[in-house]
């Protein structure tokens, strides 16, 4: 028995190893790639690999890792939506690995156009999936896609469900989460209020912008989608002045010297929050934070305007619309 630990620990041990390089190789091409979507992306070659090795070591605990890092790959893709629709038909149904999976498909497909296909798949998953925590999770994707489709009332009755599965803690949470979002986080609603110190130690109270468009961005150092809305965030505070636009960075952080290197090597001019609490953090919680990039504009009179969950091209271009419509008025 204790041969078989030591092997299994030492497998483990190289599973993690590989994982680790596989990820640095990927940052390394982020770095410099000019396309991010093009062939030459490693997480090709990578995910596939990956895939292969949960199929060879499943079921185990190193195949379920294997098959996250996967779709987390293929979710960071272009044009492989076809291959992560033939690499479900290996996932047994009764196999309690569906958490692993619904990221990356949405994703995937979202990237090819194909968001409707994968809400379709996602519903047939839900109803053949066994396990509960699986389909908690699966149910969970599919219900906060309606939620950004606008179908309120097929969101609530989703995370309804899931919250009477009562299968696993963490999708509980979030349904409670956003059914707390869809009765107090409304555009129109008056914005919940805080204050709290930033990471200099001033105070920020969100009454004190009353008069000003606020934006607010929750975001954090290892958040590869926020770079995308960092180009904007730099626009929006040098063409507005201070009693126009106020700009509040909101960090999931818990190293605040990564933190600090980050506000300086990407020029924020603005106050940065950050409790060093991740996700637990009082304004995450507050504005039912559980993605990353997010944002919030707040109006003159201190009103939600306007909402963004998830980062990605484009992205930033659509709050500085919306900025710009509600500092003209």
């Known amino acids: 028995m204790t041969e078989q630990n030591n092997a299994l620990s030492q497998e483990e041990m190289d599973f993690k190893a590989w994982q680790k390089a596989a990820w640095e190789e990927v940052e390394q091409f982020r770095e410099t790639a000019e ?19 949960y199929l060879e070591k499943s079921p185990s605990e190193i195949a379920t890792k294997a098959l996250d890092n996967a779709f ?13 629709q033939v690499a479900l038909k290996y996932i047994s149904y009764t196999e309690d690995v569906w958490n692993e999976v619904e990221h990356g498909l949405l994703r995937s497909f979202g990237h090819d156009g194909r968001e409707k296909e994968a809400i ?12 509960l925590k699986s389909r908690s999770a699966l149910l969970c994707a599919l219900a906060d896609t309606w939620e950004r489709e606008g179908e309120t009332g097929k969101a609530r009755r989703g995370f309804e469900q899931i919250i009477a599965w009562d299968a696993s803690e963490w999708h509980v949470d979030h349904a409670q989460g956003h059914l707390y979002e869809f009765d107090n986080l409304n555009v129109g609603q008056l914005a919940p209020q805080f204050r709290l110190p930033d990471i200099d130690g001033n105070h920020i109270d969100l009454a004190d912008y009353q ?9 954090s150092t290892n958040c590869g989608w926020c770079k995308f809305i960092y180009p904007s965030l730099r626009n929006m505070a040098q063409e507005y002045s201070e009693d126009e636009v106020a700009l509040i960075g909101i960090s999931g952080d818990t ?12 020029q924020f001019t603005w106050p940065q929050i950050c409790e060093g609490n991740g996700w637990k953090d009082t304004v ?9 990039p997010s944002e919030y504009i707040i109006d003159q009179a201190g009103k939600i305007a306007f909402k963004l969950s ?20």
Not at 72 to 84: C, F, I, P, R
Not at 310 to 329: I, N
Request: hydrophobic fraction near 40%; avoid cysteine.
């Open 120 to 131: 379709l798949l996602l519903e047939e998953l839900v109803e053949k999936v066994v396990p």
């Open 255 to 266: 190293d605040f010297d990564a933190l600090r290197t980050m506000i300086k090597e990407e």
């Open 284 to 292: 995450f919680k507050l504005y039912n934070m559980d993605r990353l």
């Open 211 to 219: 008069g000003k468009v606020v934006v607010l961005h929750f975001g």
């Open 310 to 329: 998830g980062g990605g091209e484009g992205s930033g271009e659509k709050v500085e619309e919306a900025v710009r419509s509600l500092a003209t008025q």
């Open 35 to 53: 396309d991010y979507f093009g062939e030459d992306n490693p997480q090709h070659r990578l995910a596939a690999e990956f895939f292969q090795m």
């Open 72 to 84: 987390t790959m293929w979710g960071n893709l272009k044009g492989v939506s076809d291959q992560v």
